[in-house]
Nanobody, 116 residues
Framework: VQLVESGGGLVQPGGSLRLSCAAS???????????MSWYRQAPGKERELVAS????????NYADAVKGRVTISRDNVKRPVYLQMNKLMPEDTAVYYC???????WGQGTQVTVSS
């Protein structure tokens, strides 16, 4: 099982980014059964949950800090998990990680920096 994040970068406040998590080592059935999540870790802070999505893609959960600005989605056939982030703020600056909750597997992270 391997998770590889991409899509991070430097963006101005108010901008948008779409992060992707490419999942390999799964079959359609095993990936479809996984709860997938995005976490982030800012310098000097603990890693925190940003959003998670169930195996069926319904009932996503969002942290209060990002609710209304972030959308998590998944494609169980091609197996990416996306995190669309809008209206980004400097406090969103962090390394963002993808996690396969059932297996406890993490990606290597992608840096998001929000700064003017």
């Amino acid at each position: 099982v391997q998770l590889v994040e991409s899509g991070g970068g430097l963006v101005q406040p108010g901008g948008s980014l779409r992060l992707s998590c490419a999942a390999s080592g799964f079959t359609f059935i095993t990936f479809s059964a996984e709860v997938m999540s995005w976490y982030r870790q800012a310098p000097g802070k603990e890693r925190e949950l940003v959003a998670s999505i169930s195996s069926g893609g319904g009932s996503p959960n969002y942290a209060d800090a990002v609710k209304g600005r972030v959308t998590i989605s998944r494609d169980n056939v091609k197996r990416p998990v996306y995190l669309q982030m809008n209206k980004l703020m400097p406090e969103d600056t962090a390394v963002y990680y993808c996690k396969c909750e059932n297996r406890g597997s993490w990606g290597q992270g992608t840096q998001v920096t929000v700064s003017s």
